[in-house]
């Protein structure tokens, strides 16, 4: 079975330097790339309650254990690619996702 690469996004590794203050917590997030790499369709397809939520292409997401933290990303077939684009902590706003 042939990997996905995933490439998490200058705002995923900033929001991660920023926002995440345990190491535990970091190490969680970034645990998952090791998953999406094998299973890039893990979390479900993005579908929010609030247009304001709802990002300009489809994407899935994946809530992290453990963490208060969710990924965010687009599968690229061509490429064998996901692109983790946003890290959203779970507790703030959904009309505020992905900079609207």
């Known amino acids: 079975m042939n990997e996905y690469t995933v490439i ?6 900033d929001a991660m330097m920023a926002e995440v203050t345990s190491r535990h917590v970091c190490e969680r997030i970034d645990s998952y790339r ?5 299973f890039p369709y893990h979390g479900p397809e993005y579908e929010p309650y609030y247009a ?3 990002p300009l292409f489809p994407c899935r997401y994946t809530p992290v254990p453990g963490t208060p933290f ?22 703030a ?8």
């Open 70 to 91: 969710a990924l965010h990303y687009a599968v690229d077939e061509e490429r064998r690619e996901v692109n983790v684009f946003a890290l959203e902590f779970q507790r």
């Open 8 to 13: 998490y996004a200058q705002d995923v590794i």
């Open 34 to 38: 090791t998953i999406l790499k094998t």
């Open 93 to 100: 706003s959904p009309m505020e996702r992905f900079g609207r």
């Open 52 to 54: 304001a939520a709802k």
